[in-house]
């Protein structure tokens, strides 16, 4: 697995791909008359920052150096500058701010634990359950239709609230986010959030982790969630990025509706154009190409590589580690989600 992202600042970032997208652009995403650039905007504009400080600070201290040797009294400034230098690498690698991996593992063995118990009990507590000092709120399972969210009015303010879910209806999803939102909660992602979980609980807050072995996906809507019917179509997205395979209303009726609850979700916490669900190039053109090979839309989902999260995200989202490979998505797939949807791996 390789290290993620922080909202734009880094750790432990794969500069050698990122240069490599840079100068040549992703691969398997060329757009007719867009840049292959469009979504390394934000990274290239990154790592030439990154570049030419370094380059700046090399001058300098090959200058002090050649300069301490013939004025002794000054080889203080020399040790000071490479002291900054060291100073400023550690901090290119260092954990972002508030990025306490120990209490968010912590937290996801008090879910856990707290699972296993509600599995021995005779009644359901339920997903949600919150720890006793209203530090921790615990999601677990999927979002019902009837899902009762008072619980977590009660959460602390600056709490956790962990989750793992393969998904459901969006419309608990999003008052949820919204009460996470408001108790300035940190989000901590375990083992997998799939389908609704990744489009609204992942960018619930104003930051979010994910641990080392979670699994994140995104799909377009079967259908089950929206009293219209729905059908697929292709669409030409505000981001020209190509056309992108969705699923909307067969009739106008409901169609604003939806898109209206959408875009008051999304107004702060995604980068505008943005267009539901998010994808990237590499992922729009292997649904689209699928989908003109067979003329069915099938199920599919999708990663989305943590270096285009500023691009589509507001919500400062930590990956403590990527899948590197899409054998290693099939295996998180298989062993967390128990079936055998499609997911497709967005290197």
Not at 242 to 264: A, H, N, T, W, Y
Request: aromatic share 12%; glycine share 8%.
């Amino acid at each position: 697995m390789t290290a993620g992202t922080y909202g734009g600042a880094t750790f432990g970032w794969p500069w050698g791909q990122t240069l490599k997208d840079c100068l040549t652009g992703p691969s398997a995403e060329v757009v007719p008359g867009r840049s292959q650039l469009v979504d390394m905007e934000i990274p290239c504009k990154m790592l030439s920052y990154f570049m030419i400080l370094h380059l700046i600070c090399g001058a300098v201290i090959i200058g002090a150096w050649r300069e301490a040797f013939v004025r002794p009294k000054i080889r203080w400034t020399a040790f000071l500058v490479i002291l900054l230098q060291m100073c400023s690498l550690r901090l290119v690698h260092a954990e972002p701010d508030g990025f306490d991996k120990d209490s968010f593992y912590r937290a996801v063995r008090y879910c856990r634990q707290n699972a296993l118990r509600g599995l021995g009990s005779m009644s359901s507590p339920g997903p949600l359950s919150l720890s006793p000092d209203k530090r921790i709120l615990c999601f677990d399972g999927p979002i019902a239709a009837n899902l009762n969210v008072s619980l977590a009015r009660s959460l602390a303010e600056g709490g956790l609230f962990v989750v793992r879910s393969n998904g459901g209806i969006a419309a608990p999803a999003i008052e949820l986010s919204d009460i996470i939102r408001d108790r300035r909660a940190k989000v901590v992602v375990y083992d997998y959030c799939y389908s609704a979980c990744a489009l609204f609980f992942l960018v619930a807050s104003y930051e979010t982790y994910v641990l080392r072995g979670a699994l994140v996906a995104w799909h377009n809507t079967p259908g089950i969630d929206t009293a219209p019917p729905l059908c697929t179509f292709l669409v030409d997205p505000h981001d020209g990025g190509g056309p992108k395979l969705q699923r909307g209303p067969c009739i106008e009726d409901g169609g604003d509706v939806i898109s209206g609850m959408f875009q008051e979700f999304f107004k702060d916490r995604a980068v505008s154009p943005f267009q539901v669900p998010p994808d990237s190039r590499y992922v729009r053109r292997r649904l689209v190409a699928m989908y003109a090979d067979s003329g069915v839309d099938r199920d599919i989902a999708w990663t989305i590589h943590p270096r285009y999260y500023p691009g589509l995200f507001k919500t400062k989202i930590v990956y403590e580690a990527y899948p590197e490979s899409q054998s290693e998505v099939d295996d998180m797939a298989a062993a967390w989600l128990g079936w055998k949807t499609k997911i497709i791996y967005d290197p």
